[in-house]
């Protein structure tokens, strides 16, 4: 068995020492420095690589993609909604985090491929940016309904205008205009230190779900099942899209572990302003504390092996 | 030394309202706030500001007793029900009453 990604080991060293009740803690201030390197370094390494090939993203990708979004928050929706009893507000959340992504789980499946040397798509930052908003969309359709009282404009600016995605397209417009050349002299920022970044960010991110553990005995075994059979199933689902539309292996990979990522910021923040009557804490319990350390632990090396399997 | 009576309307609540509240703020004529991070707990769990997105805020107001009070009847009717929002007025004194 290959050692484990160093990464993965900063995350669980996070969620250790959550767990022990350590007083090691990050200020909110280096969580969001670190967060900010992590966006633009994935931006830009994309557009670097963007302005290296021509090859962009077809039609079809960018519809198959759109449909994903909008297609992955519907059987989560029925299996909260129906097996796990929730209420319509709860289940058009969880919906809503699960058919969105998570930026963070993205990293590491991309640092995870790079470490292996497995290529992989250099346009899979758009994927993201195309993913991130649908499902919330969707989400609060379901919970509201067409005829409900949503503030679709201020919502609209939250949502297209938030960090993540002016970050990741903003690295990727700088990395296409400056090209490979161009960025010479910050890559050794963002590209050499990605690693390092990611394990800081990994850090943090175990002392949070940490924090998220003492609320999952409030919501019982469902919420552990659903948080670890949703991301199998929409991972097996992203790997199939990923092969109708041509992906090589480690575009597969990347994109089933999108769709299997639930998010942790974007959603939760969305839903939080449109869906008041849905509980916070089962959402962000299930992304952060069950669906992410799942991911990051087992369902990348997992998914990875699936794609070259599906890809065959 | 004059001085004159004001209401300090203290508001604590989740981070994601910040701009809700200050529409709110805006529409009823509230000229201005401070707001500062927080964290603690209540009857909605322990909030730790370590994480923006889910700390706590504290939004103080220093206004006549009639807007502390419109203020106070709009923010009940409209979040009371569905998030962690505790809210308290005390009576104070300033010097520059046209300033609030």
């Given at each position: ?25 990050l200020?909110?201030?280096i969580y969001d420095f670190v967060s900010t390197v992590l ?158 970044i990611l394990?800081l960010f990994?850090l943090e ?108 | ?100």
């Amino acid at each position: 068995m290959a050692a484990m990604d160093p990464v993965v080991l900063f995350f669980m060293l996070g969620i250790g020492a959550g767990v022990a009740r350590s007083d090691l803690r990050l200020p909110g201030a280096i969580y969001d420095f670190v967060s900010t390197v992590l966006l633009l370094a994935i931006g830009l390494k994309g557009g670097v690589e963007l302005a290296r090939d021509t090859g962009g993203m077809s039609l079809t990708e960018f519809a198959g993609l759109i449909g994903l979004g909008l297609a992955l928050p519907l059987p989560v929706f029925a299996v909260a909604r129906y097996v796990g009893r929730l209420s319509r507000a709860d289940a058009a959340s969880l919906a809503a985090h699960y058919g969105s992504v998570s930026v963070g789980t993205f990293a590491v499946v991309i640092g995870y491929l790079a470490s292996r040397g497995i290529d992989y798509e250099s346009r899979a930052p758009v994927w993201v940016v195309l993913l991130e908003v649908p499902a919330i969309l969707v989400g609060i359709l379901l919970a509201r309904g067409l005829s409900g009282e949503v503030a679709w404009r201020s919502l609209a600016r939250e949502l297209f205008l938030g960090r993540s995605i002016v970050l990741l397209v903003g690295g990727l417009a700088i990395g296409w205009a400056s090209g490979p050349d161009g960025t010479a002299s910050i890559q050794p920022f963002f590209f050499g230190l990605f690693k390092g970044i990611l394990a800081l960010f990994l850090l943090e991110m175990g002392l949070i779900a940490a924090s998220h553990l003492p609320t999952l005995r409030q919501h019982g075994l469902f919420i552990i099942a659903f948080g670890v059979g949703m991301p199998l199933a929409a991972a097996v689902t992203g790997a199939m899209l990923g092969r109708l539309l041509g992906l090589s292996p480690g575009g597969m990979a990347v994109l089933a572990t999108l769709a299997a990522s639930a998010s942790y910021i974007a959603a939760p923040a969305a839903i939080r302003t449109a869906v008041p009557e849905a509980n916070p804490a089962l959402s962000l319990t299930a992304s952060l504390a069950v669906t992410f350390p799942f991911n990051i632990i087992v369902g990348i090396p997992l998914y990875e092996r699936l794609a070259a399997y599906l890809h065959g | 030394m004059e001085q004159f009576n004001r209401r300090l309307l203290t508001i604590i609540t989740e981070a994601a309202l910040e701009r809700e509240l200050l529409a709110e703020f805006d529409a009823l004529g509230v000229r201005g706030y401070t707001i500062t991070d927080a964290r603690g707990r209540g009857g909605r769990g322990t909030r730790k500001s370590s994480w923006a997105h889910e700390g706590n805020i504290r939004v103080e107001v220093v206004c006549e007793p009639s807007l502390a009070e419109r203020v106070a009847g709009r923010l009940r009717e409209r979040y009371y029900d569905d998030y962690a929002m505790i809210l308290f007025m005390q009576d104070v004194s300033v010097l520059r009453p046209d300033k609030f």
